[in-house]
């Protein structure tokens, strides 16, 4: 296993939640981490992103709520995520993928299988 997801679970709406993503340093170090959700009868989404270089990207829809991070100590990225809404419940992945900055072409990119996060209303 290249990801494993931990941290899923089921809380009631207005909780948090804290995800977390381990993988080897040579994947970790150099890579652009996601959080993807796939809930049922959609498409899986983009829930946000941290570069190497620690830059974040969050979906408008988590945006003051959840939050990206990574160690690279533990080669490991995090999702916090509070104020859980209803709408929030999904499986969530891990994701690793690193670019060739010139080409732009995907160098590697690997999945964690999934952790599921059920939010009750």
């Known amino acids: 296993v290249q990801l494993q997801a931990s941290g899923g679970g089921l809380v009631q709406a207005g909780g948090s939640l804290k995800l977390s993503c381990a993988t080897s340093e040579s994947i970790f170090n150099i890579a652009t981490m996601s959080w993807y959700r796939q809930a049922p009868g959609k498409q899986r989404e983009l829930v946000a992103s941290?570069?190497?270089?620690?830059?974040?990207n969050y979906v408008d829809s988590v945006k003051g709520r959840f939050t990206i991070s990574r160690d690279n100590a533990k080669n490991t990225v995090y999702l916090q995520m509070n104020s859980l809404k209803p709408e929030d419940t999904a499986v969530y992945y891990c994701n690793a993928r690193h670019v060739r900055p010139l080409s732009q072409r995907i160098n590697y990119e690997y999945w964690g299988q999934g952790t599921q996060v059920t939010v009750s209303s």
């Open positions: 941290i570069t190497s270089g620690h830059n974040t």
